[in-house]
Nanobody
Framework: QVHLVESGGGLVQPGGSLRLTCAASGSVFSTNSMAWYRQRPDKPRELVAFLTTAGVATYGDSVKGRGTISRDNAKNAVTVLLQMNSLKPEDPADYYC?????????WGEGTQVTVAS
C-alpha cells in the first residue's frame, strides 16, 4: 500500500521561504528517486527538483539556486523536503511529491503555496 502526504504550503510574502514536507510510505518511494512537482493554474504539472537514492539532486530552472531538496529514508518509507527561498510571484502552485520518473498513477493531495504581499 502506498501513501503520499504533502504539507508545509501556505501564504508567504515575496522573498520569503517555505519548507515543504512529503511523507511517502511504500517501498516504491524509498527505493526510487523522489521529486517535487508543481502545477500552476492552467499550466501542466512540471518538475521542480528530484533527488536520487544516492543523494544527487537536480533542479529545474524554476527553482535553481533557490531550492534545496533532501530526503530521509526509512524502511519502506521516505520523507522528502523541499526548502524554497526567495519565493517569487510565479511560484504559487500546488506542490506534489512522487517518484522520478513517475512510476504509478497514485498522487497525494498536494500542498498549496501562495505568494502575496
Amino acid at each position: 500500500q502506498v501513501h503520499l502526504v504533502e504539507s508545509g504550503g501556505g501564504l508567504v510574502q515575496p522573498g520569503g521561504s517555505l519548507r515543504l514536507t512529503c511523507a511517502a510510505s511504500g517501498s516504491v518511494f524509498s527505493t526510487n528517486s523522489m521529486a517535487w512537482y508543481r502545477q500552476r493554474p492552467d499550466k501542466p504539472r512540471e518538475l521542480v527538483a528530484f533527488l536520487t537514492t544516492a543523494g544527487v539532486a537536480t533542479y529545474g530552472d524554476s527553482v535553481k539556486g533557490r531550492g534545496t531538496i533532501s530526503r530521509d529514508n526509512a524502511k519502506n518509507a521516505v520523507t522528502v523536503l523541499l526548502q524554497m527561498n526567495s519565493l517569487k510571484p510565479e511560484d504559487p502552485a500546488d506542490y506534489y511529491c512522487n517518484t522520478y520518473p513517475i512510476t504509478g498513477a497514485y498522487w497525494g493531495e498536494g500542498t498549496q503555496v501562495t505568494v502575496a504581499s
